[in-house]
């Protein structure tokens, strides 16, 4: 397959500049790559030309912290509805977390079921993240071999019997195997202490906010900081919420330490203080903090102290929410949101007069190379897998039900005007989303480099 896009807002890597930066030209796709790109179209080529305007053309998304429960839990989200929502989304590559599917990656054969259901089902790019817990040492090896593209590990209760908190013995076994062949830890960071807790009732944000301080990440971050040191391993924090751990970051990156962190869209957007009391929807763990600690937030993306920013989309029925009773301590803990996050966080960076460059690297470059994946590069430069979204960052829209892809009309998202729009969606030149309609699945499984 051969044909070009055209645009007047092509988003390219520029060698002068940190980020990509806004310049017009044509995009040349062949065989699923990028093979050309140039300022005007080319008077000999004989393809089909897309002129879309005005609209930005910009890398595909790539969203590395994904749960999509399958198999198992097909009933608080699936591969299909989940990949569905992701090219509606204008992301092109995602990776699925290996925990609330039953069975949980943990094991080579967990790893071949998924595989048999996203091979039919996927409308985007796959990878997965394997699974480190008590007793599966001698099941790295054979995960890494098959092709997982790192692991998690939990340092406190996962809220799912299948995947068990990994001690610090655990992962002291655990972090060598993995530093040996090169791939990353994932962990969520937060290590159960004290918790001072004012507010008694369990309908109150307050109290759940109180009954997970940031001390719980900051040590937790500590702990997997030294052990990181010990082994030589490369780690990463998932989902930080606590601004108080980015100096430790800051102080473990200046002595060269493998660790990175991500953020999420609810923690960058979203602040304690509008939360009302009872709207259980707005739980997850780490909890989404106060005004002030999501400013700091932002300063560490600006610093590289947070790498990039994924959606961390742990979806589950709206019974498990608990909004009869609006008990936060009972309800399960996640934010639906993959399919929002270009606008929920383009509508921020306006506010805030950040560029799509901004937008560009934090969620798609920085993550593509995070993964160090075949093809997935997280920019417009030639080679590169066709993986492109063209979307409009001036639309403005109320975000409806009617709109979710996702399995679950449960989000905070819900009713908030947003911009920036997304219409078209290519993943290795093939056009799987288009003005609300989806072509596919055409999803593969990604590798790493490395396997």
Same mark, same amino acid.
């Given at each position: ?12 890597? !520029? ?48 969203? #590395?912290?994904?749960?999509?429960? &399958? ?5 608080? %989200?699936?591969?299909? #509805? ?9 992301? #092109?590559?995602?990776? !699925? ?41 001698? !099941? ?17 209760? $996962? ?81 930080? $919420?606590?601004?108080? *751990?980015?100096?430790? =970051? ?8 493998? =660790? ?11 602040? $304690? ?16 903090? %106060? ?7 932002? +300063? ?6 947070? $790498? ?8 589950? #029925? ?5 909004? &009869? ?9 996640? =934010? ?29 470059? *920085? ?5 160090? =994946? ?6 417009? %430069? ?16 109320? @975000?409806? &039900?009617?709109?979710? @892809? ?7 998202? @819900? ?15 093939? &056009? ?16 790493? +480099?490395?396997?």
């Amino acid at each position: 397959m051969r044909f070009a896009i055209q645009s007047r807002s092509l988003l390219l890597p !520029d060698s002068d500049q940190r980020f990509p930066q806004l310049k017009p030209g044509v995009i040349y796709i062949q065989d699923g790559k990028i093979s050309k790109i140039t300022p005007q179209i080319d008077p000999n080529f004989s393809g089909q030309v897309m002129d879309v305007g005005e609209d930005v053309v910009m890398p595909g998304l790539c969203d #590395t912290h994904v749960h999509m429960n &399958e198999p198992g839990r097909t009933e608080w %989200e699936g591969i299909e #509805t989940a990949t569905r929502a992701a090219a509606a989304g204008g992301i #092109t590559t995602l990776v !699925d977390m290996p925990l609330n599917s039953i069975p949980p990656t943990t094991t080579v054969g967990a790893l071949e079921l998924k595989r048999a259901s996203a091979k039919k089902t996927a409308y985007v790019d796959y990878g997965f993240w394997g699974g480190v817990i008590p007793g599966n040492r001698q !099941d790295l090896e054979p995960l890494i071999a098959a092709g997982v593209l790192g692991f998690k590990a939990f340092m406190i209760d $996962s809220g799912v019997s299948e995947f068990p908190m990994a001690s610090e013995e655990v992962l002291k076994e655990s972090l060598p195997i993995l530093a040996k062949r090169g791939v990353p830890l994932l962990v969520h960071a937060e290590l159960e202490g004290h918790a001072e807790v004012k507010h008694p009732s369990p309908r109150s944000y307050v109290h759940y906010l109180e009954s997970r301080p940031q001390s719980w990440e900051v040590e937790a971050i500590r702990k997997i900081i030294e052990l990181a040191k010990e082994n030589k391993a490369r780690v990463h924090v998932v989902h930080l $919420s606590a601004s108080e *751990a980015l100096k430790d =970051i800051e102080k473990a990156k200046s002595e060269k330490v493998a =660790i990175t962190a991500e953020t999420c869209p609810h923690y960058l957007t979203l602040t $304690s203080e509008e939360i009302l009391d009872g709207a259980t929807h707005f739980k997850c763990a780490p909890p989404i903090r %106060e005004n002030d600690n999501r400013e700091k937030l932002w +300063e560490g993306l600006d610093r590289g102290l947070i $790498s990039f920013i994924v959606s961390d989309h742990s979806p589950c #029925t709206p019974k498990l929410k608990n909004f &009869e009773t609006g008990d936060f301590d009972s309800a399960w803990g996640g =934010i639906a949101g993959l399919q929002f996050g270009l606008p929920v966080i383009w509508t921020e960076m306006v506010k805030r007069g950040l560029s799509l460059g901004h937008l560009s690297h934090w969620m798609a470059e *920085a993550t593509a190379h995070f993964l160090k =994946i075949h093809g997935k590069l997280g920019r417009i %430069e030639v080679g590169a897998d066709a993986d492109l979204v063209v979307w409009d960052p001036k639309a403005q829209f109320v @975000l409806e &039900e009617t709109q979710i @892809l996702h399995r679950h009309k449960v989000t905070p998202y @819900l009713g908030k005007k947003l911009q920036g729009v997304v219409k078209k969606t290519f993943v290795r030149g093939q &056009e799987v989303y288009c003005d609300g309609k989806l072509n596919g699945p055409l999803g593969q499984e990604v590798k790493r +480099e490395s396997a």
